[in-house]
C-alpha cells in the first residue's frame, strides 16, 4: 500500500486525431502536421491541436516531447501550454537566456502569466543529468488560499534554459500527475542524449563489486537515518547476496538478518496478482471475466463501470477510479465492510484515460479471486488461504504471512517514522494495522530470503529452483503487459510496474506504509532482481531510487551518481519538512484548541475526538491511534489543526462555519472530507 505524501511536488473539448495518415487542425492552424508545431517568427501567430493519443510533438526550436492523450497544446508568442481535458492542470515550456535558473523561471512566469505571485517555498539546484548540462527546481508556497499547487524546473542545454511551468487544482493534480509527468519528463532539447546501458552484457557480481554494492548500500542507511534494512539480489538462477545492515529497533542491539520480517505494503499487490494468475491456470476465471459473475453483489458508485469491470482492469490503474482508502485510516474496518464502501467509489476521469493508482481495487481484485477459489469462506479467510496455497507454500516462503500475531512472536523489524525535525523515531505501535482491511492491496509480512524465491521465479517465468511450475509461462507474462502509462518510460500492468530504465526493461514494485518502506525489481533479460525491506516510513528516496540506480551503476558501467543524487534528495527533503515545520505551532494556547474540541463524525471516516491531556496538549483521537497536534498559519489568516505525531504527520484539519456550529474539513487526496459535530457518547 502506498499512503499518499503530503508534500507537494510530485469535457467540452473537440478531439481530433494527429496520425501519421492525416493532418490536424485548430484554432489559427488549418494544416498542422502530425506531431509538430509550426516554426514561426511571428509574434502574432497561434496554433492548437487536441490529440486523442499520447503524441510526439515539436517545437519550433526542435526540442521534442510527448502530449498526453486529450490534451490541448496551444504555441503563442514562444510559450507552449499544454492542458487538460478538464482545464484544471497545465504544463508551459518557455526557452529563456538567464544566467541562472532561479532567474529564467522567474522570467518564464512573467512571460506566460504576469500576475503570478507566488511566494517561494524552495529552491534546489542539481548538477547535470541525462544529457543536460545543469537543473533547477523551484516550488511555491501552495495555502489553502491559493488555487492549488504550482511548481517550476529548468534544465539548460548550453547558454539556454528550458524552463517547464506545472499549474493546477490539488483535485487536478490528483487526477492528471500521471500525464503532467509524460509531458514534462518525455521533454528533450536537441542534443540531450540520456545514458543508455542499451547492448551492454551485465557483469558477474562478482566479490570486488557486490563489495561496492554491500558499502553503498551501508553508508547510504547511514545517512538516510535508516535504523535498519535487508537486501537480496539475485543473479544467474542463485542468491548472491543476502544480508542485514543496522537493527530492528533504535536504541537496542538486535541486528537485522535476512530472516527479519518487515511490512512490505504495496508489494504485496504483485503476490496478489501471481495467486490470480494461479487460479486463472486453474480456470476458476479468466482475465477477461466480468468481476460481477464472480461476485454479483460487488458494486462501485458508477453502474456502467461496475458492469464492464473485469478481473484483468481491476488490477490495471486504469478505469478512472481515483485513488481512495476509504476512510480506513481512520477506522479499521473488516474485509467485507471495505468491500461494502468500494460503491463509495465513483471515476474521476474516463476509462482508460490515465494512470490513477489504486489499493482499493487491488485489494477488491484479491478477494473476488480468492472468493472464485473457495465461495464458503469469509473473503478474507480465503484471500489469505489462497494466497499460501497458491504463492507463500509452492514458493516456500515460511516467514511471509498478514497474521500479527505471527509476527508479533517472531524476528520482525520495529516501525520507525521522521518527526517535524526530519528526525527518525520509534513508532509506539504497529500504526499500519488498519491495512489489514486491504490485505491483498499491501499488508503482508515478508523478509528479503522469502522474496528472493519470488524474484528466482519470476526470471524462471514462472518454475522454482527445483524445477516445480507455480503459475504457466503466459499467464505469469500476462501481469507485465502494460495497462496504464505513468510516466514517458513506466507503465502499470496487472500490479506490476512496467519500465525501461536505460533502454533496459525493468519490472518492479514498492511498498510505503507507515513505518515501513520497501522495494523489489527484476530484469528477466539480464537474469537480475534485487529486493530492500527498510524499517523507516515514506519518504524514502535510498529504496525507491537509489537502491536500483547503484546496482545498474554496477552491471552495466553507469555513471557514478546514485551516492551524490541520494545526498541532494535528502538534503532537499529535510529542507521541506523544516520549513513546513516552521509554520506550526507544536504547543497551540488552550483559547485556539478549545475551538475545536469535542467530537465529530463522517459516515465514512468514523468518529474522531479533539482534546486536551495534560501531558500531551492537544490530541486527535481517532479511536485506533492517536496523534499531537499543531496550530498552523496559512496566508490571509487561515488557522489549521495539523497532525504532529511523526507516523500521522501533516494532516490538516480546518475550522469551517461558526463557533457553536463548528464542521471541520480534511483533504484527503482528490477529495474533501467533512467531519460534523456530534455530541459526547453517539
Known amino acids: 500500500m502506498r499512503i499518499p505524501q503530503r508534500r507537494p511536488f510530485l469535457l467540452g473539448l473537440f478531439y481530433i486525431a494527429a496520425c501519421a495518415s492525416g493532418g490536424a487542425g485548430g484554432k489559427g492552424s488549418s494544416n498542422l502536421a502530425p506531431g509538430a508545431i509550426p516554426s514561426s517568427s511571428s509574434k502574432e501567430q497561434t496554433t492548437v491541436v487536441t490529440v486523442n493519443a499520447d503524441t510526439p510533438m515539436t517545437t519550433p526550436s526542435g526540442s521534442t516531447y510527448i502530449a498526453p492523450k ?8 514562444g510559450v507552449i501550454l499544454l492542458e487538460d481535458p478538464y482545464l484544471d492542470v497545465s504544463v508551459r515550456f518557455i526557452e529563456r537566456k538567464e544566467s541562472e535558473g532561479a532567474a529564467a523561471i522567474a522570467a518564464a512566469w512573467k512571460q506566460a502569466e504576469p500576475g503570478f505571485a507566488r511566494t517561494v517555498m524552495l529552491t534546489t539546484a542539481r548538477p547535470g543529468r541525462d544529457g543536460w548540462d545543469a537543473s533547477v527546481a523551484v516550488h511555491y508556497e501552495t495555502g ?4 492549488g499547487k504550482a511548481w517550476a524546473t529548468a534544465a539548460r542545454r548550453g547558454d539556454t534554459w528550458f524552463v517547464t511551468l506545472l499549474e493546477g487544482t490539488n483535485e487536478g493534480w490528483g487526477r492528471r500527475w500521471a500525464q503532467g509527468n509524460i509531458a514534462q519528463g518525455s521533454f528533450r532539447a536537441q542534443g540531450v542524449i540520456e545514458e543508455s546501458f542499451a547492448g551492454k552484457s551485465a557483469h558477474v557480481l562478482d566479490a ?8 553503498f548500500i551501508e553508508q547510504s542507511r547511514q545517512i538516510s537515518q535508516i535504523p535498519g534494512l535487508a537486501v537480496a539480489v539475485v543473479q544467474g538462477g542463485r542468491v548472491v547476496l543476502e544480508k542485514g545492515f543496522g537493527v530492528k529497533e533504535l536504541g537496542k542491539k538486535d541486528p537485522v538478518t535476512p530472516n527479519t520480517m518487515f511490512r512490505i505494503a504495496s508489494m504485496t499487490k504483485p503476490l496478489t496478482s501471481l495467486m490470480m494468475a494461479a487460479l486463472v491456470d486453474e480456470r476458476k476465471f479468466t482475465w477477461d471475466t466480468n468481476v460481477t459473475t464472480i461476485l454479483p453483489s460487488f458494486a462501485l458508485g458508477y453502474a456502467e463501470l461496475t458492469k464492464k469491470l473485469t478481473m484483468r482492469n481491476i488490477l490495471c490503474a486504469c478505469t478512472g477510479i481515483p485513488y481512495n482508502n476509504l476512510g480506513i485510516v481512520f477506522e479499521w474496518v473488516s474485509a467485507e465492510k471495505m468491500l461494502e464502501r468500494m460503491k463509495e467509489l465513483k471515476p474521476s476521469t474516463g476509462y482508460g484515460e490515465t494512470f490513477q493508482y489504486s489499493n482499493a481495487m487491488i485489494a477488491a481484485a484479491g478477494y473476488v479471486a480468492a472468493h472464485a477459489a473457495n465461495p464458503k469462506q469469509p473473503v478474507a479467510v480465503a484471500y489469505e488461504e489462497a494466497m499460501q496455497a497458491k504463492v507463500f507454500g509452492p514458493l516456500g516462503m515460511r516467514y511471509t504471512t498478514f497474521d500479527p500475531k505471527v509476527v508479533a512472536r517472531s524476528d520482525h523489524a520495529s516501525p520507525h517514522n521522521r518527526n517535524t525535525r526530519f528526525e527518525v523515531e520509534l513508532a509506539p505501535t504497529d500504526t499500519a494495522a488498519g491495512v489489514a482491511a486491504m490485505n491483498p492491496g499491501g499488508g503482508a509480512w515478508s523478509t528479503v530470503h522469502d522474496f528472493s524465491q519470488v524474484l528466482l521465479m519470476e526470471l524462471a517465468r514462472g518454475r522454482t529452483p527445483d524445477g516445480t511450475q507455480v503459475v504457466s509461462e503466459p499467464n505469469l507474462l500476462a501481469r507485465r503487459e502494460p495497462q496504464a502509462r505513468a510516466t514517458e518510460k513506466r507503465s502499470y500492468g496487472l500490479a506490476l510496474d512496467v519500465e525501461r530504465y536505460r533502454d533496459v526493461r525493468v519490472y518492479g514494485h514498492g511498498g510505503m506504509l507507515p513505518g515501513y518502506t520497501s522495494y523489489m525489481f527484476f530484469l528477466p533479460d539480464q537474469g537480475i ?14 529504496v525507491y531510487v537509489q537502491f536500483r540506480r547503484k546496482l545498474l551503476e554496477l552491471l552495466f558501467d553507469g555513471r557514478d551518481e546514485a551516492r ?10 529535510e529542507a521541506w519538512r523544516k ?8 504547543a497551540p494556547d488552550r483559547s485556539f484548541i478549545d475551538r475545536f474540541v469535542g467530537t465529530y463524525k463522517n459516515p465514512l471516516y468514523g468518529t474522531i475526538r479533539i482534546l486536551v491531556d495534560a501531558k500531551q496538549g492537544a490530541v486527535l483521537d481517532v479511536g485506533e491511534w492517536t496523534s499531537s497536534l499543531g496550530r498552523k498559519m496559512e496566508k490571509a489568516g487561515l488557522e489549521k489543526l495539523v497532525t504532529t505525531s511523526a507516523a500521522w504527520l501533516g494532516m490538516e484539519f480546518v475550522l469551517k462555519g461558526p463557533d457553536g456550529n463548528v464542521t471541520l474539513e480534511l483533504r484527503d487526496g482528490e477529495q474533501s472530507v467533512l467531519f460534523e459535530p456530534v455530541s459526547d457518547g453517539k
Open 70 to 77: 486529450g490534451w490541448t497544446v496551444t504555441t503563442e508568442n
Open 144 to 147: 489553502r488560499t491559493e488555487a
Open 208 to 215: 570486488e563489486r557486490l563489495g561496492k554494492f554491500e558499502a
Open 529 to 542: 532482481a534485487a529486493v530492500m525491506l527498510t524499517n523507516v516510513g515514506p519518504q524514502n528516496p535510498l
Open 564 to 573: 551524490e543524487d541520494l545526498e541532494i534528495e535528502l538534503n532537499e527533503m
Open 579 to 586: 520549513k513546513e515545520s516552521a509554520k506550526i505551532d507544536l
